[in-house]
């Protein structure tokens, strides 16, 4: 029974990795650059990606799909920033797969899109194992969850291409010890960008926009130039 | 194939049941008391209960099992304050199920417990389907982590009987809205007994503690009405 349950989760897995890799080359064809947001539930991934609209919309067209167990209200509190919001509810699911992207960008529309990001249901261990098709994944540490949590939760540290500090404006209140969550951060996820934000205060946002979207850009001129 | 797995999915939570009422008959005749802290990643389950054990220890016998996906740190955290500690580690699983805290349980020894304290995989998602044979659930929310995470996470909140609000003296800096907060819980859980704390004020632990161990006094009690 046990192998037999390993077995067809592996066969899962990969289902999800074939249409993942399925759905990037689909939204490398269309020229849309894929964004996929994870973290612990209360981290930030909504504020930030509000805050990040703001700055974005003016330079791009910009799609998000937003995750969750329940509720639609992460898709209410990103809309009016300038891009095309479409919540999913997992009904208890504890994190989004490439079908459910696949669906959601059908009735999301990718037409005209530069952007897609996909903000993924509060979870710093599931997400990491399913790739959703994206060119890049940042994962976001709160500094009130304390410095140990990428020595914790390595997966998702590892599997990630970007790491974002948020809630700095807190860091003083909460003892934050910034030098040992960097090392931390390091020691697990030598391969990751990092930022230290606030979206309260807006620390570090233009930093991280101009990353997003120079690495859009990088991808944009990598297909023009294998299509060439 | 897609029902092969949900059948597969009910098999294994049914097997798990079956393991986690054998767990807790054993507990009961044991005259164990057995609590189960479920949370996100960072909402202070393990400062709650290193505070708490400073409380507890002189009152009971107390021993605790510590599940995460990597490191020790939290068990190393857990020593000293008067319980028998044991770190699980998942490697990787997203949460604790009933075979390992039975594996953990034989490691750690029952002899002469009273208390037996589970500090579950930071997750607020997929424990909550996971029976492990406790008396209590008690799920964490750090007013960090904003006030909607009832409304966002419901299976959670349903399945536990006591919620502690954690990390009070931050609720000003971060903004908590209190009463917002405390609707929702109790929209979401109208079951849920709950605490307003602060492992580092020491705010609301002494009633959270007495609430505790009168529960386990209340349960030897009925095991003793039982028997007789």
């Known amino acids: 029974m046990e192998r037999r349950i390993l077995d067809i989760g592996q066969s899962v897995l990969a289902k999800n990795q074939g249409l993942a890799d399925a759905l990037r080359a689909d939204f490398a064809e269309r020229g849309i650059f894929v964004l996929n947001v994870v973290s612990s539930p209360g ?3 909504t504020e930030l990606l509000a805050k990040s609209l703001n700055h974005l919309a003016a330079k791009a067209n910009v799609g998000v ?3 969750d167990l329940a509720t639609d209200r ?8 300038g891009a095309k919001v479409l919540q999913v509810t997992t009904d208890g699911y504890c994190h989004l797969e490439a ?4 669906a959601a960008a059908e009735r999301l529309g990718l037409e005209g899109l530069d952007i897609l990001i996909i903000e993924n249901v509060g979870n710093l261990v599931c997400p990491s194992t399913h790739d959703l098709g994206e060119d ?3 994962v976001l540490l709160s500094v009130t969850e304390g410095e140990d949590k990428p020595l914790k939760y390595p997966g998702i540290f590892k599997s990630s291409q970007a790491a974002i500090l948020t809630k700095m404006d807190l860091a003083e209140p ?4 910034r030098e040992t969550a960097l090392r ?4 697990v996820g030598p391969q990751l960008r990092v930022f230290e934000t606030s979206a309260r205060t807006g620390q570090g946002l233009e930093e991280w926009i101009a ?7 990088r991808k944009a001129k990598v297909a023009i130039s294998a299509g060439a």
């Open 43 to 45: 981290s930030g991934k």
């Open 65 to 67: 799909i937003v995750g």
């Open 211 to 217: 990353f997003l979207l120079a690495e859009a850009e």
């Open 136 to 138: 890049l994944r940042v």
């Open 174 to 177: 909460c003892g934050f010890d």
């Open 99 to 102: 079908n459910m992207v696949r």
């Open 184 to 187: 931390n951060v390091r020691e």
């Open 74 to 81: 992460d898709a209410a509190r990103l809309e009016g920033h």
